[in-house]
């Protein structure tokens, strides 16, 4: 049997600080049959000098945009150039260890009836000081658990995912937060979630404002819902249930910052 072929998906903006060590943790797999897409949304800091260097890598592609379409505009790229049977990604700071791939394939090709492959998720400061770790809780037909926001089976761009015939691979452009979780929404229907409990990606915290980050999740979760609303397999009972736990989960995240008018704002909204 052939190794499948696992496309990585990585955008990348002004990302010359961290690149270097994501591409060292993606070199370094101990699955060898991948394609590395790289999309640089118009970089301005020196992220084309590295990507450059890697293009010499047989298996590294580097899509070079004249503009900043975003994350999701530079995931949307590389899922169009890609060709593997499994698709996977990480950002531009954050990194793989080096089983990453392996273990989420080998569950893949143990299991057939499985979609995606999650695993622990390890939080790690500028300089790679681990932070904490998150573990999966959830296995099997995903679309509900998922919607739920219950948090058993979504902590980020984390899932392997099999690739099917007729299934749109392809992130809204329009939403910058909360792109993910529309994302595997769009994907999951009837698929089936397990998790390995393995460290499958370091996280790296996230420079910037935290009251930037939340309002802007705020608007996420509330572009996620008016999607949602549209779609024929998410019933209004669903779409009201997930429109009360996106709030509640705001409402305690700007508690925990200290910011009680906000908390206020959407409590009494």
């Not at 529309?182 to 910037?208: M, N």
Request: glycine letters at 8%; one cysteine or more; charged letters at 25%.
């Amino acid at each position: 049997m052939h190794a499948p072929l696992v496309s990585i998906i990585t955008p990348a903006y002004n990302s010359a600080t961290t690149l270097k060590e994501t591409a060292d943790s993606i070199l370094a797999q101990t699955h060898e049959r991948w394609e590395w897409i790289v999309v640089d949304n118009g970089s301005t800091d020196g992220t084309d000098e590295i990507l450059s260097q890697l293009q010499n890598h047989g298996r590294v592609k580097v899509i070079h945009l004249e503009e900043n379409l975003g994350v999701s505009g530079g995931r949307n790229a590389g899922l169009a150039a890609s060709n593997g049977e499994f698709i996977c990604f990480v950002d531009a700071d954050d990194r793989l260890p080096k089983d990453s791939i392996s273990r989420r394939l080998q569950v893949m090709q143990e299991r057939p009836e499985v979609d995606f492959v999650d695993g622990a998720v390890q939080r790690i400061d500028v300089i790679g000081n681990e932070l904490g770790m998150q573990q999966p809780e959830f296995e099997g037909r995903v679309f509900e658990e998922l919607l739920s926001l219950s948090g058993k089976c979504f902590i980020g761009i984390t899932w392997m995912i099999r690739r099917k015939e007729g299934v749109i691979y392809q992130f809204n452009p329009s939403i910058r937060h909360a792109e993910d979780l529309l994302f595997f929404l769009s994907i999951a229907d009837e698929g089936i979630y397990t998790h390995v409990s393995d460290v499958i990606y370091e996280y790296r915290a996230r420079k910037g404002s935290a009251m930037s980050d939340l309002l802007g999740l705020e608007k996420g979760y509330a572009a996620v819902e008016k999607e949602i609303k549209s779609w024929p397999k998410v019933s209004m009972a669903q779409t009201k249930a997930f429109h009360r736990k996106w709030r509640t989960i705001m409402i305690k995240s700007y508690l925990k910052e200290g910011h009680v008018n906000d908390a206020l704002r959407l409590k009494l909204r």
